[in-house]
């Protein structure tokens, strides 16, 4: 017990401050680091091994759609991003400027990209001809920087990974199936593979991306409540393709301006999985993205045939899980054990002299802390299935406090109300005025989410102004 008083320690208790624990858990479970960069983030091999788990299981999704990999410049010049009137104005407080290089200044200021539609754009203008190339289905994996005053390690750092798909189609309809076929995935990707329960809907004009006629939106929830957009879909329509004539001679001759789609998620759903599924004892990670599955810990390894024993098991178990085998002689095996909760491992096995005389092993779920004791010849199979279970009960643990946390409101006293006790999704109606919107952000500090597909009707009137109201809204406060 000791070691483990000491080590829990070492990281604020989730409930009294749940800002500061995630960042402790950022940094003892070895995730990231802080930089001499001001507001970026080093990602250690840990952090770097779940992004890498995330990119493969989507970039395999995005190709089953017909989506092709690409990679453009870092550097945008000045008079691309001022093409778009709504674009430049949304992402000016953010960009960063390259003004001198080589000693000399430069003719023309290069902005660090935030995003990339608009050389995309540019290029595609140069490359559609006929309605017979369309459509162009592109997407790249990079970095981008927007200079954020308030940073938070991969919540919101001023360089970030993601991926950015840019779609230009034929007709509307094919872009706006594209925009939402996106969305499914991104969808795919949070619930399916990182065990978090997700709202799908469109955003207000408001909360729109800079630049598009419609945003679609992902939102989950963190332990404490809040909101946390996950991952956005956006229909641009022709916003980009008039300015950067994009165009192409269409089935009846004519030049037409192309539709074009973005889309993006980002090391953000790092920060998501931590806030989604941590505890007091760290990280607890889906054994769908985890980098280590299942960890060895022998225990007494000093006694004779243990460590051999705890190889002969690891080198069995390696080619079916992500598996690790902690053979550290210099710390005690209870030190070993928080090490391994902290870094979330779905399963740690636990292995000493009298395990191995009777031939079985003790597995130990992070999940539930359950312990299990399984005959060593049956592991490799057994295995398979406690992950699974881990995995749904993972997404169902979040499901439940997404449901426990959202409550609804018919009026602006019930909302400031259950706002400030819950702190979770608010279900309300909206009369569709930008003035509601900001109103009640101003008194709660709670933003629209986002309109859910999924509609339902709790009253005739808005829950700001009372007046007729025929969309509900998904209401919360954000990180």
Known sequence: MGDNKNF???ITNIDEDFAQWYTDIVRKA?????????????????????WENIQNYADKLFKETGVKNTYFPVLIPESLLEKEKDHVEGFAPEVAWVTEAGGEKLD??????????????????????????????????????????????????????WQEGHTIHETAEEAKERTLKMLEIYADVAEKF???????GIKTETEK???ADETYTIEAMTYDGKALQSGTSHYFGQNFTKPFEVKFQNREGKEEYAYQTSWGISTRLIGAIIMAHGDNRGLKLPPKVAPIQVVIVPVAMHKEGVKEKAEEVYNKLKSKYRTEIDLRDQVSPGYKFNDWEMKGVPIRIELGPRDIENGVCVAVRRDT???ITIQLNELENKLEGILNEIQDNMFETCKKRMEAKTTTAHNLEEFQENINKEQGFIKAMWCGNAECEAKIKELTAAKS???PFEQEHIDDKCVCCGKPADKMVIWGRQY
């Open 8 to 10: 829990v320690k070492e």
């Open 30 to 50: 070895e995730l990231a680091d802080y930089t001499d960069t001001k507001g970026c983030i080093a990602i250690r091999p840990y952090g770097y091994a779940i």
């Open 108 to 161: 023309e200021k290069l902005c660090i990209r935030p995003t990339s539609e608009t050389i995309f754009t540019t290029m595609y203008s140069k490359w559609l001809k006929s309605w017979r190339d369309l459509p162009f289905v592109y997407n790249q994996w990079c970095s981008v920087l927007r200079w954020e005053k308030e940073t938070r390690p991969f919540l919101r750092s001023r360089e970030f990974l």
């Open 194 to 200: 990182l065990a978090i329960p997700v709202i799908k």
């Open 209 to 211: 991306f800079a630049g």
């Open 369 to 371: 802390a359950e312990k």
């Open 449 to 451: 989410r986002c309109i």
